[in-house]
């Protein structure tokens, strides 16, 4: 039989095993794994979280999955994936892929919900549960190739909503053990499932972009379990018919090749960037670049004194939802290049406490504000693969000190280590958890390729006692 694009994506998905996850993609997507609880139990302190939490509750269904930073409670499967996928993405503190997503959060959630929904004689096991997340991120990967656009920062469509939302069907097609037609299947639900406008970010609406994607690529796939069919082609480009190309304006889908021995998961060659401090990536760049003109600034003058300072330039991508001059809120100032630099520079550094209402809106920070001028260099693409950020300070003097980053410690060429990425999940987690629970998720997750099916029950009491 002729195969075609959504068919061979369809058969990469029933077709994996275990042994085809090489030593490197094992251990970069654990490293993913535990990352991405610990910004989502942070993010269960937020009041977006609290906001999405309140709706859920408001269903009476079997309640049978977790809640991040919630002890006792438990929702349907569904609403714990999309309450949990809301609380990974509350901060714009959960990784980035190249092409831009953010692969984690739009698929853990959705398999730890619905390993809980399985009997406990069929739970599968720690390896199992690795590969089914894998299967999901080389979904989104993948299709993140299929358009020469989502290689930039997006304009129109926020990436997770969109790939994310055909990634969670994935993994958990995956994980269920569906045959290669309801895999087709559930792709082709997903993508009538998926999108969300850029508009919507740096509002309390963006987090619910990755909320939906794990909880409506979970019900695609329980709904192709269930019989429901959906277009097969729905990711070959037909025309005049639009399926998943309806979400870019170029694209060319290649078909997926079959795991085994030629075929080479993308995880393999492409690391990911986990985040030092709660905003979007972009941010990273100018605060680095910030710290470093910072540094220069007190060698120069013996202290950080904005007074001697005439004008702050900022060197950086044409981005537009990412460039705002004075952020009245904390999901504008975590997208905006202007708040971080002058946070970096007024401070000494960037974390949680510098998205507070408090913080915002001091008159100091607003007076560095006021200095900023931005400048669009043309090398300075808006590719989180090729950016750059710099930070000039025009001193009254007539002396000018500046700080460039090209490449943010955490960014995939500079990848944390594993003493920074354990302290990142440490002081994340410790908003939530006690440290004896916080030292056994790690334990869990480091050894997770190893535990048999009780691994996920194990898993499921960490979080339902916290």
Sequence with gaps: ?????????????????????????????????????????????????????RYCRLYSSVAVSSVYGKPGVKLSPTLAAF????????????????????????????????????????????????????????????????????????????????VGTLGSAAATAKLLSLSSAQCCHALGIAASLAGAPMANAATQAKPLHVGNATRLGLEAALLAARGMEANPLILDDIPGCSGFSAFYSVYHPKPLSAPGEHHEFLLEKQDIAFKRFPAHLGMHWVVDAALSVRNLFINYAGSFSPSLIRTIVLKIP???????????????ARHSFQFNACAAL????????????????????????????????????????????????????????????????????????????????RSNASHVLPEEKIEAIITLVDNLENLMGACLVQVELLLAKM
């Design 83 to 162: 309450t949990n996928g809301v609380a990974t993405h509350s901060m714009d503190f959960d990784d980035t892929w190249h092409p831009a997503t953010h692969p984690s959060g739009a698929v853990l959630p959705a398999l730890l919900a619905a390993s809980q929904m399985l009997p406990p004689n069929t739970k599968p096991n720690g390896l199992d549960f690795l590969l089914a997340f894998n299967v999901g991120l080389e979904v989104q990967g993948r299709l993140m190739h299929f358009s020469t656009e989502a290689h930039d920062i997006p304009k129109r469509f926020h990436p997770p909503s969109v």
């Design 318 to 332: 044409v981005s537009k939802y990412i460039n705002r001059p004075f952020p009245s809120s904390e999901h504008q």
């Design 346 to 425: 007024l401070d000494g550094e960037v974390g949680l406490g510098s998205f507070s209402e408090s913080s915002i809106h001091r008159q100091e920070l607003r007076e560095l504000l006021d200095k900023v001028v931005v400048e669009h260099p043309e090398d300075n693409v808006a590719n989180f693969d090729k950016m750059y950020g710099e930070v000039a300070l025009l001193l009254h003097s007539g002396d000018v000190l500046t700080g460039k980053c090209d490449t943010f410690y955490g960014h995939w060429r500079k990848p944390l280590s594993k003493e920074s990425l354990l302290k990142k999940f």
């Design 1 to 53: 039989l002729w195969e075609t694009v959504t068919s061979s994506f369809a058969s990469f998905i029933h077709a994996a095993q275990p042994e085809h996850l090489s030593q490197t993609v094992r251990q970069r997507s654990k490293r993913m794994i535990l990352d991405s609880i610990g910004v989502g139990l942070v993010g269960s302190t937020t009041r977006v979280f609290d906001i999405a939490l």
